[in-house]
């Protein structure tokens, strides 16, 4: 049942991605290549500004998916729209964040800013901001090579 489950979710994500995303996953996993994240945080709050917020199966595009993004999750009320991208979506400024001090309350954060950047953003359409401390590029993992290695001592 547990299996039936993994396999489940894992169709719920690979089916919830654009097309050519979805290509992209298929192209890195058949190369060996994952999306690697490096760099630092800068600590100057983009990812707080000017950010996208995703519901249910994409990108939020109208207040009305963002009001239900918000009575299924009470705690995004602290997100504000204030405009559109160029691709359509609504872009939203957190209130919790203070330009002198950052986040006003970093410990009870929410999951999406514990988890940024994530490298599924890039498959999901979404991209790093200008500035940031951050990058994401294709390469292999680490783990790859060591494997590797490892291996090859064992076999000596």
Known sequence: MVQLMRVSNLLQYVFSLPAGSLLKLVHLKLSGRKYLLSGNCKCCGKCCRHINLRYRKGWIRN???????VKENPEYQ???VT?????????FNCSWFDSDEGCRDYDKRLDICRRYPNTSLLLHGGKLLKGCGYRLSEGVPFEKYLDKELNTLKDE
């Open 83 to 91: 405009t559109k991208d160029p691709l359509g979506y609504l872009q």
């Open 63 to 69: 207040e009305k998916q963002f009001s239900e993004l």
């Open 78 to 80: 602290r997100f504000t």
